[in-house]
């Protein structure tokens, strides 16, 4: 019973969890390109194929829609946040079908590029655009009946691609290690999933199933992340999956 008149009396509140982590997330994925992709780009120092722009703008643009998304919610404007969700729809699309796009792009560049493990970050794109699909197409399918679903599917799908972009740092590392980029994955889904979890408790007095959910989903696959991109299983198979040559 308390459990419950906790929960109606979140209900009732506006709940700015999820529309502060939507600006907390923004701000890490802008600060997280100005070495590979702005001073770059206005210096001329790289050359960006046109998929890399269109790559970028509609990640950024499905960031910045999550965040009007929330805060729409928040200040009760849920007639306006309905009207915008084909909108949505249409950004989370191009998000997958780029996202798959790139991940094979980036590798054929990686080989011409004579790496020795071209194949190795490209299962970390798989995997961060993989869980980004099945979050969203379960977050949309919910989204009427089952609103505490739709916000922690969608939060932990934003966090999907989040971790990618927090990542563009460590690439340009003096002496970069590989481990380098694993610790800053898990430093930065964990401290989100815990704030989450602790979100959870803290108005419900349990952790949501939702919740329960997205941690199982999200915790193994990132966990096992390094061990499987380094794997040679996987490098010897990623050609012929991606269709990469």
């Known amino acids: 019973m308390e459990t419950r008149k906790r929960a109606l009396s979140t209900s009732s509140k506006p709940n700015v ?11 890490i994925v802008v600060l997280s390109f100005p070495l590979t992709y702005y001073i770059p780009l206005v210096t ?17 643009a499905w960031i910045g ?46 080989i011409a590029s ?20 099945l979050l969203m197409l379960a977050s949309i399918l919910l989204v009427t009946k089952h609103k505490e679903w739709h916000r922690r599917l969608t939060f932990t799908a934003a966090l999907c ?30 401290p989100f999933l815990i704030a989450l979890a602790l979100y959870d408790f803290r108005t ?17 696959l990132q966990i096992s992340a390094a061990w499987i991109a380094r794997s040679e299983w996987w490098n010897n198979a990623a050609p012929w999956i991606i269709g990469a040559s």
Not at 17 to 27: E, K, L, P, R, T
Not at 123 to 130: A, F, K
Request: proline share 4%; aromatic share 16%.
């Open 17 to 27: 969890f999820f529309a502060w982590s939507a600006i907390v997330m923004a701000i």
């Open 44 to 60: 001329a120092s790289k050359q960006f194929q046109l998929i890399h722009h269109v790559h970028g703008v509609a990640f950024f």
């Open 65 to 110: 829609f999550y965040v009007l998304q929330t805060q729409l919610a928040i200040r009760g404007k849920m007639a306006r946040h309905r009207e915008l969700g084909m909108l949505g729809f249409t950004l989370t699309g191009a998000v997958i079908l780029l996202g798959y796009w790139m991940a094979q792009r980036a590798a054929e560049l990686r």
């Open 114 to 133: 004579g790496f020795d493990a071209p194949y190795e970050f490209t299962w970390y794109n798989i995997v961060d655009i993989s869980l980004f699909s």
């Open 161 to 190: 691609l989040v971790i990618p972009a927090a990542t563009r740092w460590t690439l340009k590392l003096p002496n970069f290690d590989p481990f380098t980029l694993d610790i800053v994955v898990y430093l930065v889904f964990s």
């Open 204 to 220: 419900l007095g349990r952790l949501h199933k939702a919740t329960i959910t997205c941690i199982a989903i999200l915790l193994p």
